[in-house]
């Protein structure tokens, strides 16, 4: 079995975000950052992680309530989505590999971003607001668009993922989710 970060470790080699190299066996399914050579930390995410790592689970309820996928590879809204949606807003600081050919990792979807762990919380909380707002704004309910505005405007996206990392402590070694 393969060691993480053990030089030439095995798995195919992808260019990161910030143009350095990795090998896939690197990153692990329960691995949230990775101290790149470069100097930065990038958060790693894989399909496998839930999106409750970054959200609520009555919010991702709502959220699969809501969203209608048209994938049979992924027939309910989940991290590949949150990922697709950082991915369109942000294309040049994801770093995405498909290695479900790889019976060696446990996943099939990795992402590694430019950002660090937090910095990417807080980027899909922002994103997930902003798709809420967009829904909300095709409501025929006036109210409803003028509450969520009011709601919004009291919403601290930073103090939030601050508050939300420490409830699920994100933030220990040894935790993953």
């Not at 894989?46 to 309530?65: A, I, Y």
């Not at 949606?85 to 498909?98: G, H, K, M, N, Q």
């Not at 930073?158 to 993953?176: C, K, S, T």
């Amino acid at each position: 079995m393969t060691q993480p970060r053990v030089p030439g470790g095995g798995g195919e080699e992808f260019e990161l975000p910030c143009g350095e190299t990795a090998r896939v066996h690197e990153f692990d399914m329960g691995m949230r950052e990775f101290e790149c050579d470069c100097g930065a930390t990038h958060a790693v995410v894989t399909d496998v992680n839930p999106p409750d790592r970054f959200l609520p689970e009555f919010l991702v309820s709502l959220l699969r309530d809501a969203i209608e996928t048209t994938s049979d590879e992924m027939p309910e809204f989940g991290t590949p989505h949150l990922m697709g949606i950082v991915l369109e807003e942000f294309p040049e600081s994801v770093a995405t590999r498909d290695v479900s050919e790889d019976q060696d990792v446990g996943y099939t979807m990795l992402w590694v971003t430019e950002f660090d762990s937090r910095r990417l919380h807080e980027i899909i909380v922002e994103l997930v607001v902003e798709l809420m707002e967009h829904a909300v704004s095709h409501s025929d309910d006036n109210s409803a668009m003028t509450e969520f505005e009011e709601q919004m405007l009291e919403f601290d996206v930073g103090e939030f993922v601050d508050e939300y990392r420490a409830q699920r402590d994100l933030d220990a070694d040894d935790v993953y989710v």
